[in-house]
């Protein structure tokens, strides 16, 4: 699914969450751990000024874990909790409704101290289209689906989830728009596959994701494609065109004449990167000196 966003849907989208917001003790900002970055919405801080926040780095079994380790390190120093988690199996996310009481938790410790009985923490998921806002609210709610209000007979608005005895999560999570103004996060979020590739040409995504490939990567790269290439600049473009054209060559992507058919080998290496077969990898990191 692609969303066109125009100004006028980023009000709307704000607004909705803004409203939901009135509802609940805790935001949880989904990231995809591949491109922490690029996932994230220009305007977060400003939409959800004043709750409390937990970020979330989903899909963090595709990421290069000691990457994301630094990303922790990272968000923790920007002073939010955060958890790593893969919701596609469940790892860590029975983490969250915890963590979610910790941040609470002075809140918590004052309604008890008065003798009340605190109610359940209340969350909202936001987070950018295809970051896997549905795959972590199914996977939190395990059977306890919420009724959702379009059906007849069922109020129409907003439903809850309980998630254990101690959480309850709004079903229908915000939906925030990414940073398009920067032409990088477009390639990015298309590498990882949130942005369809029909919406940017399937070569110019591939050279980008070569590039970060050939800076962080290389080896990988090397063995997935047994390159005899050792030394590639990821600055020169020339070097980045060279490597795609020795991965056609490799996969017998040729024309007549034997030049190599760049669209085909664009669509190979997205294809192999995204299922993995390069292992886990991150886009983006948050320190520069995290090479090898
Ligand atoms: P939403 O648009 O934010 O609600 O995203 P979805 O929940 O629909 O997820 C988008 C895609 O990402 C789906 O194909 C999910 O199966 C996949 N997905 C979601 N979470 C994870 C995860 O932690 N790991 C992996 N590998 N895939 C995930």
Redesign the pocket.
Same mark, same amino acid.
């Given at each position: 699914?692609t969303i066109q966003w125009f100004p006028g849907h980023m009000t709307r989208a704000k607004r909705q969450i803004q409203e939901k917001l009135k509802l609940i003790d805790i935001t949880i900002e989904?990231l995809d751990a591949r491109v922490p970055l690029s996932s994230r919405n220009p305007m977060v801080d400003e939409i959800l000024a004043g709750k409390p926040r937990l970020i979330i780095l @989903?899909?963090? %079994?595709?990421a290069d874990p000691r990457i994301t380790e630094q990303w922790i390190t990272y968000f923790k120093y920007e002073g939010h909790e955060v958890i790593a988690? %893969?919701?596609? !199996?469940g790892t860590k996310v029975n983490e969250i409704p915890e963590k979610a009481r910790e941040l609470l938790r002075e809140k918590i410790e004052r309604q008890l101290s008065k003798g009340i009985n605190p109610r359940a923490v209340r969350g909202l998921i936001v987070? &950018? #289209? @295809?970051?896997?806002?549905? !795959?972590? &609210? @199914?996977r939190l709610a395990g059977r306890n689906i919420a009724i959702t209000g379009d059906r007849p007979g069922v109020t129409k608005g907003q439903q809850w989830i309980k998630v254990g005895t101690e959480m309850e999560l709004l079903d229908t #999570?915000g &939906?925030l728009w990414p940073k398009f103004e920067d032409e990088l996060v477009g390639y990015r979020l298309a590498m990882t596959?949130a942005i369809r590739e029909q919406v940017l040409n399937v070569e110019d995504i591939a050279f980008f994701a070569l590039r970060d490939l050939a800076e962080r990567y290389l080896p990988a790269l090397q063995e997935r494609f047994e390159l005899d290439i050792t030394s590639i600049d990821p600055a020169n473009s020339d070097d980045i065109v060279q490597l795609m054209e020795a991965i056609g060559r490799k996969r017998g992507c040729l024309l007549s004449g034997g030049v190599v058919n760049l669209e085909k080998t664009a669509g190979i290496i997205l294809r192999e990167m995204r299922a993995g077969k390069l292992g886990r990898i991150t886009y983006e990191a948050p320190f520069p000196d995290h090479a090898e």
């Open positions: 699914m989904l @989903n899909k963090s %079994d595709l988690v %893969d919701s596609s !199996t987070g &950018i #289209p @295809n970051v896997g806002k549905s !795959t972590l &609210i @199914n #999570p &939906i596959g």
